[in-house]
């Protein structure tokens, strides 16, 4: 792909402009890609499917007459560059264009990036004293774990942004530098000790051994949004701790699956004066790909979390005030709105197939101070606390499955992370498929997982449900 920003007449839908995130021969930032006379074809073409694409909807400065986003990683993705050398603008970066849709600034966070360490949360705009001055600035929360504080006027650094050496592997033309904020990372930005395993933090430097690596291309904050409050002046994160073993795609050897890693998130504010973290609290599942957070005038932060549980902290201390289970996966932005002089706070609960892998539904929950229980509109009732599913531990008999309805929910659910058949999937989770394992070790497993595996309550899968599974991967020896 090769990204862009198109501009539409509201009215009539006619094209009004569009910006290329990856510049064509000649335009500004062509530099920074092979030249489209370069010998090698793939090179040549390299920028016509050079990815940048733009991953939300953009922010817009009707002052400044601006209009800003980011943007994803270069294509070719993470471990198989070896036709794009240079910096790849503009993929990983912050870009500032005026409302007629010509370039205005960019910011590039990463330079040629190999890891996926992208930019997929949206930006936000938010003014804030620096050195008794007001300024208009510009943040964004990356896969780098990093939060980008900038002058929105001009794309500078707010506080300071260092580039540092990085390590080199002349053969994915590694760049000699990268970005490094100051302040605080809102997550580990290296790995834990694994036994057997080579360990390389941020920047590290990916080649033909398996090495593991943190942060992982699928963590960080992601594509949820994080949120500012003008009222505590700090800005609030999620990410996701998702340590990844990684190799250079054609590679003969292979990297293993780093079992016995944990998977985690981080819920932090960052006091943008500083870029450090004011209070951090540690979440049992790695959310950079879920809700993020809302921030409210009343001085609450909404949040949901895979397993169903939509919550709400307190600005300030970070201490979790209130939650409800809501059935399936909370894994979509939190909104507000206001109705007739009631406040709502609205959440879809609809699960997400890629990664968490929370529960599938189709519900929208909003809550007031109006509401209760006792009043909530329609048929649903409210899911009971999760059980831990261990009352099959101790023989009882398990309910009969059948294998035809397993299939259906293993597709949904546990598919894409264990593949199709159980066969073990593509980067963490073992082969299931013909499980030796008894019924009341299946299921406790499934209610309470070792590790990277989210759990699966009866409020997400009921018994039946499992031992459905539980018959459908029998069936595939
Ligand atoms: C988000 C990815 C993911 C999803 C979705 C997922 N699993 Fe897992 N599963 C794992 C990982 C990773 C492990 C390895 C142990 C751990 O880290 O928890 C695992 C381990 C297991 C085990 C233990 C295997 C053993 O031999 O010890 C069972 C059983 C299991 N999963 C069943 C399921 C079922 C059934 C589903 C769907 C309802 C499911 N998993 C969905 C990632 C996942």
Do not use: E, M, W
């Given at each position: 792909m090769r990204g862009q920003l198109t501009a539409l007449d509201a009215k009539t839908g006619k094209e009004l402009w569009h910006f290329w995130t990856v510049p064509g021969p000649g335009e500004k930032g062509s530099e920074t890609w092979p030249s489209p006379n370069d010998p090698d074809p793939a090179r040549a073409k390299a920028y016509l499917h050079g990815g940048a694409t733009i991953w939300q909807t953009p922010a817009v400065d009707p002052e400044l007459g601006l209009i800003y986003f980011s943007t994803g990683n270069p294509?070719?993705?993470?471990?198989?560059?070896?036709?794009r050398p240079g910096d790849?603008?503009?993929?990983?970066s912050i870009v500032a264009l005026h409302l007629d849709g010509t370039y205005a600034w960019h910011f590039q966070a990463v330079h040629h990036d190999l890891w996926d360490f992208d930019l997929p949360s949206p930006v936000v705009l938010f003014d804030q004293v620096y050195n008794g001055e007001m300024r208009k600035a510009i943040a964004e929360a990356a896969k780098t774990g990093w939060v980008y504080l900038l002058d929105r006027t001009n794309g500078k650094p707010l506080i300071g942004i260092d580039e540092k050496p990085v390590e080199q592997l002349a053969k994915v033309a590694s760049s000699p530098t990268q970005p490094y904020p100051v302040g605080d990372a809102v997550m580990p930005q290296c790995p834990p000790e694994l036994p057997g395993w080579v360990g390389k933090c941020i920047f590290g430097a990916i080649g033909d051994d398996p090495i593991l690596m943190a942060p992982g291309g699928n963590g960080g904050p992601n594509w949820a949004p994080m949120a500012y409050s003008p009222d505590t002046g700090y800005l609030y994160v999620t990410a996701a701790v998702r340590p990844q073993s990684r190799i250079l795609s054609g590679s003969p050897k292979k990297a293993d699956l780093p079992i016995g890693v944990k998977y985690s998130g981080t819920y932090t504010a960052i006091d943008p004066r500083t870029n450090k973290i004011v209070w951090q609290d540690k979440m049992p599942y790695s959310i950079g790909q879920g809700s993020g957070t809302l921030a409210t005038a009343g001085g609450l932060l909404f949040h949901g979390e895979p397993d169903g549980n939509v919550q709400a902290y307190d600005?300030?201390?970070?201490?979790?005030?209130w939650q409800w289970q809501t059935g399936a996966g909370a894994d979509a932005p939190a909104i507000t709105y206001e109705i007739d002089g009631v406040q709502y706070v609205a959440i879809a609960s609809g699960g997400v197939a890629i990664q968490t892998s929370s529960a599938n539904g189709d519900m929208v929950w909003a809550f007031s101070l109006e509401g209760s229980p006792g009043n909530r509109l329609g048929e649903f009732q409210a899911p009971k606390p999760p059980a831990t599913g261990v009352e099959y531990a101790g023989g009882a008999v398990a309910p009969k499955g059948s294998a035809d309805a397993g299939k259906i929910t293993f597709d949904k659910t546990c598919s894409s992370c264990h593949g199709a058949t159980g066969q073990?999937?593509?980067?963490?989770a073992p082969r299931i498929g013909g499980t030796a394992l008894l019924f009341g070790t299946f299921i406790h497993l499934v209610r309470q997982p070792a590790d990277q595996m989210i759990p699966f309550p009866p409020t997400i899968l009921s018994d039946q449900d499992i031992a459905d599974i539980y018959a459908y991967l029998q069936s595939q020896k």
């Open positions: 294509g070719p993705a993470a471990g198989s560059d070896f036709n790849n603008l503009y993929s990983a600005a300030k201390t970070g201490t979790r005030l073990g999937g593509p980067t963490t």
